[in-house]
């Protein structure tokens, strides 16, 4: 069975650092991108970036190049999602979100992690 | 802000069918048939409903329907349920592992 669990819940000071985690299971970690989105309270969904994690190939919206880096550990199967210096407007759930891979189709995301929510608060 | 336009909100009678719609541009819904669709619950993580335009995920309703034109995709869903109360979002591919999703629109029951 195909799992993604997400590290807990972050409270954070403003300027403090910040690496969120999301654990794979149960397929080979290495075939498929694993993505982040985030949703701010009572707002939508934002695709943050991705990672390939045979090779850490990255790629980011714009929105967020720079603000935020995405990478991927493939000898624990983990990915992640870290900040050098959190902010109050970063308070938000972070999903991640596996890109599916086979059958001839992968744009879409099959399955998504529990979310982790960060508050960032002084 | 989002480069896919949805209705704010869309509501409909239980049985009734309703459409949402999920405009883009060339760069994005109209120049890809990637667009996938997907529902989120309170409280819940995102669930995948459609992808590629109009294939339904595993275990998925077939009162769950997508389309495209252009720039313009769709969702309809058809014999409206309660449990179909919910947010719904669409998202497509921009290209070189790139995605962007739509602002989401919420489901009510009347």
């Known amino acids: 069975e195909v799992q993604l669990v997400q590290s807990g819940a972050e409270v954070k000071k403003p300027g403090e650092s910040l690496k969120i985690s999301c654990k794979a299971s149960g397929y080979i970690f290495t075939d498929n991108w694993i993505a982040w989105v985030r949703q701010m309270p009572g707002i939508g969904l934002e695709w943050m970036g991705i990672?390939?994690?045979?090779?850490?190939?990255?790629k980011y919206s714009p929105s967020f190049q720079g603000q935020v880096s995405i990478s991927a550990d493939k000898s624990i199967n983990t990915a992640y999602l870290q900040w050098a210096s959190v902010k109050a407007s970063d308070s938000a759930i972070y999903y991640c979100?596996?890109?599916?891979?086979?059958?001839?189709?992968?744009?879409?995301?099959?399955?998504w992690g529990q979310g982790t929510l960060l508050t960032v608060s002084s | 802000q989002s480069a896919l336009t949805q209705p704010a909100s869309v509501s409909g009678s239980p049985g009734q069918s309703i459409t949402i719609s999920c405009t883009g541009t060339?760069?994005?819904?109209?120049?890809?048939?990637?667009v996938s669709w997907y529902q989120q619950h309170p409280g819940k993580a995102p669930k995948l409903l459609i992808f590629d335009v109009l294939n339904r995920a595993a275990g998925i309703s077939n009162r769950f329907s997508g389309s495209k034109s252009g720039n313009t995709a769709s969702l309809t869903i058809s014999g409206l349920q309660a449990e179909d109360e919910a947010d719904y979002y669409c998202?497509?591919?921009?290209?070189?592992?790139?995605?962007?999703f739509g602002p989401g629109t919420t489901v009510t029951l009347l």
């Open positions: 979100a596996r890109r599916n891979y086979g059958s001839g189709s992968w744009n879409f995301f099959d399955y």
């Open positions: 060339s760069n994005d819904v109209g120049g890809y048939h990637y």
């Open positions: 990672v390939y994690p045979g090779d850490s190939e990255t």
């Open positions: 998202s497509s591919f921009t290209g070189s592992s790139t995605f962007v």
